[in-house]
Structures are given as structure tokens and as C-alpha cells.
């Protein structure tokens, strides 16, 4: 995708390659100007007390906060554990998932044995089952780390067992041909062959855990920016709790881009 | 070079089991193939053509019946046959000298001797400079001359190509066809090739199998004698006695749309 002209490109393609990087500009010119109004606006709203920042805060008190978070020192270690806490969660979910999804493929059997009970497992809102977690598991970074697990096992499991089978049964075929043995197809065909469903398990997965770690932290824990976000609004500090949510989304976006960078380098060599 | 037949196939039959009855697909099939020898099957779709070269490949047991190979009775996939599928079905997360080994990973024969021959036909079908590529940077008929390669790299004694050209566009598989006849007799190797394409059928095979309806069974076998300059399919397509060939099989196809 080189926007370099070269010289025998002709007046009208210069023209086009020209047009379509305008318009990619104005988009993002468009979207920063987006984010820039809203904050003018909330701020200048805030100001004139057309609304009240008492109940809405403001981005000012927002960036006081940020730096009196990072003055306590404190701000860090809470960002580190919900980081911490989401990435185990989602690496644990789509590794037991893929393995489950394995032994799924291994026997039909088993398979379909346990298909009603995947199905309904995967309709209930796992969200329901957190105070069984922190019962059985205990108030505990463990018992988060189980709720992020939890809602991403059942759905990693269906999609990759649904993407095994969807891999091409002629490849499979043509391995069957040379002889290959079960373990064979798995790890020659199965496997390699899925790692792009797989991936986009992964992506799914990071959305999830965030949501399974925070209802976690709301109700668990002592540290993290669940715990921050939910003691803000406890305390009625509306300051702390927008700056929290504000962490939390810059966050998540680093963590999902991070994820698209590393599909990029496994899946790109395939092309 | 032996005289006696490759290929072996005797009183062959195959009955398919589903919730809505049974499918007898295949009746009484008994064939020969010697060595060195190419032959085509055709039939009317469904007719259980491909069912046939499952069974010679080991893939699945006859009902009654057997298929010997080198006078020994085929029981499961062996390193004597090389399936060529429809299309390349290359992987596309390997190189292109990693899909070459594949057959041999699978047997664990990867080894000097091995290497060395898979490297010396990537050479001469002069893929040699782009072993290190994915299949995606390659053309339609690279890839296909790949997976020949990929098959012939485990050195079987007979290739079965099941429609191995119906995925290419017509101008490309006329020039694949040639190749893969080319290198299939330069490298001496039997072959079965079964298709739904007639004139495909006549123009690279010596004998010419033709299956009724299902339940598939031998109707009739021509030997193809051709009167052109070169033993090349797209020359034999050329001979005077081709379309007569092709209207017997035609007629005996008994196709109603």
C-alpha cells in the first residue's frame, strides 16, 4: 500500500491517490475534533453550572485526580492488578477453552454428550454465578480471576470446536492418505489450520475478561479500578470514578491493539 | 520393469449406511491396472468413482471384495499410493518446501536420502527458487505442480488424482493437465485418474473406464489409441479419432438433465 507515486504514474491516478489521503485525513481530523468537543464542551458545561460536576465531574477535576492518584503512588498498583487479573483471565480462557475444544474434537462421542449442557451453560449469564465464585473460591484476586475465566470458557469452547470442524476435510483427507495417526491431523492440520479462529477467540475473550474482572473487583476486592470505580461511587466522589473509567477505556484499547498487533504478525505471514 | 498388473482390484462392492436406508454404490467392480499405466474412470455423477479411489487410497474398507497392490491387499493408506485431491490444497501456513515434506513428516521418513530427492524434483520442475514462498505468492498451475511434487516426494508406487483439475479455469487446467502427464510418465509412476470430463478423460489416459449409474459398475473400458505427433494431452486433443472417442463415452455416459 505505498501511496509513493512513481514516475509513470499518470495525472489522473496522482489525483486519486491525492483525493483518497484527503479524505483519510478529514476522517481523522473529524474524529479528533469529535473528542475535543466533548471535552470543551463538558468542561464549559461544568463551568457555567449547566450541569453539575459535583454528579458528572469534569475533565479538570479529572486531570486533578489523575495527578493525585499518581502523587499517592497508588494508581499504578491499581491499574497493574485489573491488568494483571484480565490478561490471566483471557489467556486462561482461550488456552482451557482450546483445550477443551480439543478433546471435543477427539470424541464425537463426548461431543455430543455434553452439547445441551454447553448450549445452556453458554445462554446463562455467567454473571449469575459470581457468588458462587467468591463462596466456593473465596474474596480474593483467585475468585476474579475465576469470574474473567468463567465468562470466556464456554464461548471460546464453541467457537474453536466450531472452527475445527469448519477446517478444509479434504486437507484432512490428504493427510489420511500419507497415513497420518489422529494426534497427526491435530497438530499438522487442526490446529495450525484454526490459529485464526483461535485468535479471534482471543479478541473476544479480552473484551470479556475485562467485564468479568471488573463485576469481580465490584465485588471483592480492595485494589484495582473496579474497586476504584466502585468505592468512588460509594464515597459519592464522581471525580474518581470518571478518571477510573477513563484508565480503564485507555486501557482496554491499548490491550485490544496489542492483541490486533500480534494476529497481524501470525496471521500476516500467511499472505 | 514387472509385467504383471500394478493394481489389483477384485469382485469389489461398497454399501454406504444412513438413517434414510442403504446406498449400494459400487457393484462388482473388477479391474486391473499395470504398472507404468495411466487410466481415467468417468461416470455419471454420484456414481461412486470417487468411493472407488477411497478404497484403492485405504481410506475406507469394501464391502466384499479387495484391492491388492503389489500383490498384497490394501488394509489401510501406505506409502505405495500418493493421492493427488481436488485442488492443490496446499497449507498456506507452510512454505512451499515445507508442504513438500508433509507426506514424509507424516511417515517419518524425513532424512537425507529423502530430502535430497524432494529437493531434486522441486529442481527440475523448477520451483527450486521459490521453496522458501507461501502458496498465496504463487500461481494456480505452481501450485498444482507443488502438490504433484508433494506427492511424489513419498515415492509411491501409483498416484491417484480425484478430479484433480476441476478447481482450475479451463485454460489453465488444459496446461496443468499437460504437465502433471509429463512429469507423472518422466518420472515412470502408474496413475488413476477419475474425472467427470471426458475429453480430460481420453487425452491423458491409455485406457478409459466407464462407470453406469449407481450402483457403479464397469460398463465398458476403451483403449485409447490416438494418432498425434506428441503423446501430450493438448495434442491428443488434436487426433483425428478423438471425437469419436468422445461420442461413445458420450452416448454410453447416457446423460438426462
New interface residues.
Given amino acids: 500500500m505505498s501511496e509513493v507515486p512513481t514516475p509513470d504514474v499518470s495525472a489522473e491516478h496522482r489525483e486519486y491517490l491525492r483525493n483518497r489521503k484527503l479524505y483519510r485525513i478529514k476522517i481523522v481530523a473529524a474524529q479528533a475534533l469529535l473528542l475535543v468537543g466533548i471535552i470543551i464542551l463538558w468542561e464549559a458545561a461544568a463551568n457555567w453550572r449547566l450541569i453539575d460536576p459535583f454528579i458528572t465531574s469534569q475533565p479538570s477535576r479529572v486531570v486533578k485526580t489523575l495527578i493525585s492518584l499518581h502523587n499517592g503512588g497508588d494508581l499504578y498498583r491499581h491499574i497493574g492488578i485489573t491488568v494483571f487479573e484480565t490478561v490471566v483471565g483471557f489467556t486462561l480462557g482461550t488456552v482451557i477453552g482450546t483445550g477443551v475444544a480439543v478433546l471435543l474434537w477427539w470424541s464425537d462421542f463426548l461431543s455430543r454428550v455434553l452439547e445441551p449442557y454447553l448450549v445452556i451453560l453458554n445462554s446463562l449469564p455467567k454473571i449469575a454465578l459470581a457468588p458462587i465464585i467468591i463462596v466456593w473460591i473465596g474474596q480474593g484476586m483467585t475468585a476474579i480471576i475465576a469470574m474473567a475465566l468463567f465468562i470466556s470458557l464456554v464461548v471460546t469452547i464453541l467457537s474453536v470446536h466450531s472452527g475445527f470442524a469448519q477446517v ?1 476435510t ?2 484432512v ?8 495417526t489422529k494426534i ?1 491431523v491435530l497438530s ?2 487442526i490446529l ?2 484454526s ?1 485464526p479462529t483461535i485468535i479471534a477467540a482471543l479478541k473476544i475473550n479480552v473484551g470479556l475478561s475485562w467485564v468479568g474482572v471488573i463485576v469481580g473487583e465490584f465485588l471483592v476486592s480492595r485494589a484495582g479500578l473496579g474497586y476504584l470505580i466502585v468505592y468512588g461511587g460509594q464515597v459519592f466522589r464522581l471525580d474518581l470514578v470518571m478518571t477510573s473509567v477513563i484508565i480503564l477505556a485507555v486501557a482496554a484499547a491499548i490491550m485490544y491493539q496489542s492483541i490486533v498487533f500480534l494476529e497481524k504478525i501470525i496471521v500476516g ?3 | 520393469m514387472r509385467a504383471g498388473p500394478l493394481v489389483e482390484i477384485k469382485k469389489l462392492s461398497m454399501t454406504f449406511h444412513s438413517p434414510a436406508g442403504e446406498i449400494k454404490a459400487l457393484g462388482n467392480i473388477s479391474l486391473e491396472i499395470m504398472e507404468g499405466e495411466f487410466v481415467s474412470i468417468v461416470g455419471p455423477s454420484g456414481c461412486g468413482k470417487s468411493t472407488l479411489l477411497n478404497m484403492v487410497a485405504g481410506l475406507i474398507k469394501p464391502a466384499s471384495g479387495e484391492i491388492c497392490i503389489n500383490n498384497k491387499t490394501v488394509q489401510g493408506p501406505t506409502s505405495l499410493v500418493g493421492y493427488m485431491p481436488q485442488s492443490d490444497r496446499l497449507f498456506e501456513w507452510r512454505t512451499i518446501w515445507k508442504n513438500v515434506l508433509l507426506g514424509l513428516e507424516v511417515q517419518k521418513k524425513v532424512d537425507k536420502h529423502s530430502r535430497g530427492y524432494a529437493e531434486e524434483l522441486l529442481t527440475k520442475y523448477g520451483l527450486y527458487e521459490f521453496r522458501n514462498s507461501y502458496p498465496s505468492q504463487l500461481s494456480g498451475g505452481m501450485r498444482q505442480r507443488v502438490a504433484l511434487i508433494r506427492t511424489l516426494a513419498i515415492n509411491p508406487e501409483l498416484l491417484l488424482l480425484d478430479e484433480a483439475f476441476s478447481a482450475l479455469d479451463y485454460q489453465t487446467r488444459l496446461v496443468v493437465a499437460d504437465e502433471v502427464k509429463q512429469i507423472i510418465s518422466r518420472e515412470n509412476k502408474t496413475a488413476v485418474l477419475v474425472t467427470h470430463d471426458i475429453a480430460e478423460a481420453i487425452s491423458m489416459a491409455e485406457r478409459v473406464v466407464v462407470l453406469t449409474k449407481r450402483p457403479g459398475m464397469i460398463k465398458n473400458i476403451h483403449h485409447i489409441a490416438l494418432t498425434c505427433s506428441e503423446k501430450t494431452p493438448i495434442k491428443c486433443r488434436e487426433a483425428l479419432e478423438f471425437k469419436d472417442y468422445f461420442n461413445k463415452i458420450w452416448k454410453e455416459l447416457d446423460v438426462h438433465v
Fill in positions: 478444509d479434504e486437507k483427507k490428504l493427510l489420511r492418505t500419507f497415513g497420518a497427526q499438522k492440520v495450525p489450520a490459529v505471514q500467511r499472505h
